[in-house]
């Protein structure tokens, strides 16, 4: 818990400025921004889509949490401060800093598979992260356009709003993935969740605003894949 007293999404509590951390609800990135939701906390107001927006700080721990190395056991410091020898003595290093450059230390006293290998998988994990990002990214700023061309043209304002709320949860959970430093390796499964929810809800804010602006609401459909025969 020691550097989860600052690697951790946080907000300022009203005037008096008091760190709180938004974790009554838990500590997924959907459950805080349920949390900021039922509060209605607002970080600012976004120039183009007029939307109220969140801000995620650097979210390491909360994305830590449930991980295969959190469930392994292992804390920030094993990976990042691994044990080295000092004068006859083992101690943590004082050297904080990627696992990427003493991996000897840090990865290797539990995987046997060689440093090449390892360091191919991390960056294969945060190519993936950082290409579903992009992706995420280029449907986010079509949701704002698409918003901020429909308050142009006098758009309904309630199906407007509706749509600015689609955006800022969709641009919070895209911005909880990008502020969180590790390009998802702290988590790369939760990184994933994250920005396929934030780009459904991207789709949605494009939706909402195209209903705003021309009164028909885009088709929906419920339909149930059946599963297939496992003898098949």
């Given at each position: 818990?020691?550097?989860?007293q600052?690697?951790?999404?946080?907000?300022?509590?009203d005037?008096?400025?008091?760190?709180?951390f938004?974790?009554?609800n838990?500590?997924?990135?959907?459950?805080?921004?349920?949390?900021?939701?039922e509060?209605?906390?607002?970080?600012?107001?976004?120039?183009?889509?007029?939307?109220?927006?969140?801000?995620?700080?650097?979210?390491?721990?909360?994305?830590?949490?449930?991980?295969?190395?959190?469930?392994?056991?292992?804390?920030?410091?094993?990976?990042?401060?691994?044990?080295?020898?000092?004068?006859?003595?083992?101690?943590?290093?004082?050297?904080?800093?990627?696992?990427?450059?003493?991996?000897n230390?840090?990865?290797?006293?539990?995987?046997?598979?060689?440093?090449?290998?390892?360091?191919?998988?991390?960056?294969?994990?945060?190519?993936?992260?950082?290409?579903?990002?992009?992706?995420?990214?280029?449907?986010?700023?079509?949701?704002?356009?698409?918003?901020?061309?429909?308050?142009?043209?006098?758009?309904?304002?309630?199906?407007l709003?509706?749509?600015?709320?689609?955006?800022?949860?969709?641009?919070?959970?895209?911005d909880?993935?990008?502020?969180?430093?590790?390009?998802?390796?702290?988590?790369?499964?939760?990184?994933?969740?994250?920005?396929?929810?934030?780009?459904?809800?991207?789709?949605?804010?494009?939706?909402?605003?195209?209903?705003?602006?021309?009164?028909?609401?885009?088709?929906?459909?419920?339909?149930?894949?059946?599963?297939?025969?496992?003898?098949i």
């Open positions: 818990m020691v550097c989860a600052c690697h951790v999404e946080y907000y300022f509590e005037e008096k400025k008091i760190v709180t938004p974790w009554d838990g500590v997924t990135p959907q459950e805080v921004l349920d949390y900021y939701e509060i209605n906390f607002v970080d600012w107001v976004h120039p183009k889509s007029g939307g109220d927006m969140l801000k995620a700080q650097h979210p390491e721990f909360e994305t830590f949490v449930g991980s295969t190395h959190y469930e392994a056991g292992l804390s920030c410091a094993d990976c990042h401060m691994p044990y080295q020898m000092v004068g006859g003595e083992k101690i943590s290093s004082h050297w904080w800093t990627s696992p990427l450059k003493h991996m230390e840090s990865c290797m006293t539990c995987h046997r598979d060689g440093e090449e290998k390892l360091r191919e998988r991390v960056f294969y994990t945060q190519d993936k992260v950082a290409d579903m990002m992009a992706r995420v990214g280029t449907v986010t700023v079509e949701a704002i356009d698409a918003i901020a061309e429909a308050a142009e043209n006098g758009a309904n304002e309630d199906l709003n509706e749509a600015r709320s689609l955006q800022r949860k969709g641009q919070f959970l895209l909880w993935v990008a502020a969180e430093n590790s390009m998802g390796f702290h988590n790369p499964q939760l990184a994933m969740e994250t920005l396929n929810v934030s780009m459904d809800y991207a789709y949605q804010a494009i939706n909402k605003a195209m209903e705003a602006r021309t009164g028909v609401a885009s088709p929906t459909w419920d339909v149930e894949i059946p599963k297939q025969n496992d003898k």
